[in-house]
């Protein structure tokens, strides 16, 4: 796939911005769109070639929520996280990145930079997706199923960036096209329009998009049929559509995903392995087209060279039997006093010495070439068995057994732990051991937060950290766009 840098030249509405196309993996050619205040297309969108490039910019902003500062710390990887039972901010110490730690204490205001970041992210990634819609009718293509699926991915595309912000600040405008300056300012769906709006298009991706495993290596970093079905499974999950959950699963289960060896999954072996449904590509080899993750979340220590953000808490970690490989697989301490926070943290996104990813060497530390994973086959699976437990117990616990048996194999010859589950389990203890198996084996990876909402668990879990119900539920709309939509914005409870 091709990567685009895309630049605004000027941010008076996150649907009112220009491009500036570079196609940076092939060649030094761009198209500098020269016009100012609102979407050029004349010149453009109007060959096959053009409507790739196009998708390129699509994905970009995906990519751009996991690279530096403010839009890595708006991201679900830290968002998620931050502020639950499993994670601390971290940092040098507690004040350190006041903004973040605002998230911690549930005290977050609509002045926040990290909100207008996420805000102004998913929406350009919305546009891209919207001016490819709008085009690509017109297109003549050779190659019609070409069309059809990048289509489709646009599609995906744009369901995944507004899931990003129904999932943050509840309903938001629905734009379903390109819009003027003189169009844009709509007032904000309710969050189950917006829901809705983004099954819709997850169908559509569904309907055309082919499997990876159809396909080259080179398409790698696409979404696919199995990541609109992932995601969809996801998006039913946060509405407690239990029917679709199980629907869009069994048609996921039907592509040849497989749990791989615990300890590869987040390795650069790891990457695009059978149990990935979709990731983020990035790349080290080229400036500015890695992932700031890892250096967000490594130790603040002169060898490690991290910013040690995001550290697991203890009550994270004793939440593990003894003997559980994963806690060694996911998480690794540092004995260091003079480092504030709990000393443990997040391998799954971390470098050597604790994985075998490296430090990059082009384009500083921020820049570095691990893949983000944002939907896998053991969440899918668990995702499942939750759907499931009431009308069919024996086959969700198959399903958690999966997960846990991957677990225990890894603890080598003679391992016990995690046993399976009894298959005499039914109802609550249920319900409540698959609430468990998706704390301990997605952990880290920006669910935890979500997951309790959804399942009415937040006030009981977070209350004595500070989460008020009727509130932090949702986030702030940042106020820079309250104010430039004159009040048609309406403010969350804050």
């Not at 896998?376 to 699976?381: G, K, N, S």
């Not at 979500?450 to 009415?456: F, H, I, K, M, N």
């Amino acid at each position: 796939m091709k990567k685009i840098d895309i630049r605004n030249k000027r941010s008076l509405s996150c649907l009112v911005i220009v491009l500036l196309l570079t196609v940076t993996s092939c060649s030094d050619d761009y198209l500098d769109v020269d016009a100012y205040g609102k979407p050029v297309t004349e010149n453009f969108y109007k060959t096959p070639e053009d409507m790739d490039q196009a998708l390129g910019a699509a994905y970009y902003p995906m990519s751009e929520q996991y690279t530096s500062y403010q839009q890595v710390w708006s991201s679900d990887l830290f968002m998620g996280d931050i502020g639950t039972d499993d994670h601390l901010k971290g940092g040098l110490k507690l004040g350190d990145v006041p903004f973040l730690l605002q998230k911690q204490q549930f005290n977050l205001t609509p002045s926040n930079p990290y909100l207008e970041a996420r805000w102004r992210i998913q929406f350009n990634g919305i546009l891209y997706a919207n001016l490819i819609l709008d085009k690509i009718d017109a297109v003549e293509f050779d190659d019609a199923e070409r069309k059809k699926e990048l289509k489709a991915e646009a599609y995906f595309l744009r369901a995944y960036y507004y899931f990003y912000l129904v999932n943050f600040y509840g309903g938001v405008p629905l734009y379903d096209t390109a819009l003027s300056f003189d169009e844009v300012n709509l007032a904000r769906a309710t969050e189950e329009e917006t829901y809705a709006f983004i099954e819709e298009d997850l169908k559509k991706a569904i309907q055309d998009l082919p499997s990876r495993f159809d396909k080259g290596s080179e398409y790698l970093g696409h979404a696919d049929k199995g990541a609109a079905l992932g995601l969809m499974m996801r998006v039913s999950l946060y509405q407690n559509k239990m029917d679709q959950v199980k629907t869009y699963g069994e048609q996921l289960f039907m592509i040849p995903y497989d749990l791989v060896d615990l300890t590869s999954i987040f390795q650069p072996e790891g990457e695009w392995n059978t149990e990935s449904i979709f990731e983020i590509n990035y790349s080290s080899n080229t400036s500015k087209l890695g992932t700031s993750v890892p250096k967000q979340m490594m130790p603040r220590t002169p060898e490690d060279k991290g910013f040690g953000f995001s550290q697991i808490k203890e009550d994270l970690i004793n939440a593990y039997e003894t003997g559980d490989p994963r806690l060694d697989a996911y998480y690794y301490s540092i004995s260091d006093s003079s480092i504030y926070g709990t000393g443990w943290y997040n391998r799954k996104y971390s470098w050597a010495p604790f994985s075998n990813y490296q430090k990059p060497t082009v384009g500083g530390l921020l820049n570095s070439e691990e893949n983000v994973r944002v939907i896998r086959l053991a969440d899918a699976y668990l995702m499942y068995a939750e759907a499931i437990y009431t009308t069919n117990p024996t086959t969700a616990i198959e399903y958690v057994n999966r997960v846990r048996t991957r677990a225990r194999e890894n603890g080598g010859a003679g391992n016990l732990i995690p046993a399976d589950l009894p298959l005499t389990l039914t109802g609550d203890t249920l319900r409540d051991a698959i609430y468990k198996e998706r704390r301990l084996e997605l952990a880290g990876e920006g669910l935890r937060f979500y997951d309790l909402l959804r399942t009415g668990r937040a006030s009981t879990v977070l209350s004595g950290l500070g989460f008020q119900s009727g509130k932090n539920e949702v986030m702030p709309i940042p106020y820079s766009q309250i104010q430039l939509s004159k009040g048609v914005l309406t403010q969350n409870n804050y």
